[in-house]
């Protein structure tokens, strides 16, 4: 949609953390020795472990690493938002998604970024894309997440394989058009919400595979009523998305029906006809806009 940039000098890594303090300085210095060029967010959400204590120390030994501290655990949008909105702030034309856990490979980063250099304005680091995979992850939940972007992707009608894969890199172009106070905050559902909106807007979004590393340190924040959570709210979406294309078929439909009935050369004898089924375009063009809610 835009423009190539040259990414790694004017990439933001945004790192959140909650209780992350084994992980955290592993990380920072994994995205550090694969990207030199790289800037780190640290999004800490006053880590009872001391994480944020620790992020600071790494920050004044880094010019690179940067830190934002927030009063308490807002839940993992949040500290998004507040990283998106500090690189916007600043020059980043980049900004990245990454969990402290090294679940999202500092070494495939390259992979994202590459693709952004070739026009991409959101790239989502795929586990259910060809080459894509999960390590260490229980079957169960393999076949969960799996199945669970699957319906994810069909009920939204989405081309995406991956809309709940937290590795991603956006251009800042996407970010500032996104309306972050409209975003879903059940679980971490916003990370298919942003996508679906990106998708619809036009944006060029696409997929790269990567593969997907199952915490060994620190314990999971995600809770398990999750799942279902996400997977109700999608299907809301993916209802309120067929009936704006509905709508929008018969907005443009109609008309086009009534005035083209209108122009056909008819015998008197069967105007009748000709009534009946423009009056019939209409009533059914009516009751698709009452039934989709639309005016
Ligand atoms: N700042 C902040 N970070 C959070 C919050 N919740 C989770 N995180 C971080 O978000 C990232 C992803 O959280 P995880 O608990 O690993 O969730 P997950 O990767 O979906 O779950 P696992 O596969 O079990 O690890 C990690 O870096 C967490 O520390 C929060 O409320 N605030
Ligand atoms: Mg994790």
């Given at each position: 949609m835009t423009s190539a940039v040259s990414t790694a000098s004017q990439t933001l890594v945004i790192i959140p953390t909650y209780n992350e303090i084994e992980n955290l300085p592993i990380i920072t210095s994994r995205v550090r020795a694969a990207q030199p060029e790289v800037h780190v967010l640290i999004v800490d959400d006053n880590s009872p472990d001391g994480t944020g204590n620790l992020a600071d120390r790494l920050a004044a030994e880094d010019d690179n690493v940067h830190v934002l501290h927030r009063e308490?655990?807002?839940?993992l949008l949040g500290a998004y938002i507040a990283g998106f909105e500090w690189g916007l702030e600043r020059e980043y034309q980049v900004l990245c998604e990454m969990d402290?856990?090294?679940?999202?490979?500092?070494?495939?980063?390259h992979l994202l970024l590459e693709e952004i250099d070739r026009g991409a304005d959101l790239v989502i680091g795929s586990?259910?894309?060809?080459g894509g995979k999960t390590v260490n992850w229980p079957a169960s939940r393999e076949l969960l997440s799996r199945w669970g972007n699957r319906y994810i992707s069909f009920a939204l009608g989405a081309?995406?394989?991956?809309?709940?894969?937290?590795?991603r890199a956006f251009r800042r172009e996407l970010l500032e058009e996104?309306?972050?106070?409209?975003?879903?905050?059940?679980?971490?559902i916003f990370q298919v919400d942003v996508a679906f909106r990106a998708e619809k807007a036009g944006f060029d979004v696409r997929e790269v595979p990567i593969t997907f590393t199952e915490r060994e340190l620190g314990e999971s924040?995600?809770?398990?009523s999750f799942v279902k959570d996400s997977l109700a709210e999608v299907t809301k979406w993916g209802f309120a998305h067929r009936k704006e294309q509905v709508s929008n078929f018969y907005n443009d439909a109609a008309p086009l029906a009534k005035h083209m009935i209108e122009g056909i050369d008819i015998k008197p004898k069967a105007a009748e006809i000709k009534t009946e089924v423009t009056n019939f375009v209409e009533e059914v063009s009516k009751l698709v806009k009452h039934q989709c809610g639309c005016k």
């Open positions: 308490g655990k807002g839940g402290a856990d090294g679940s999202h490979s500092p070494d495939q980063l586990r259910y894309v060809p081309e995406l394989s991956d809309m709940t894969a937290g590795y996104l309306d972050f106070a409209e975003l879903s905050d059940a679980g971490y924040k995600l809770d398990g």
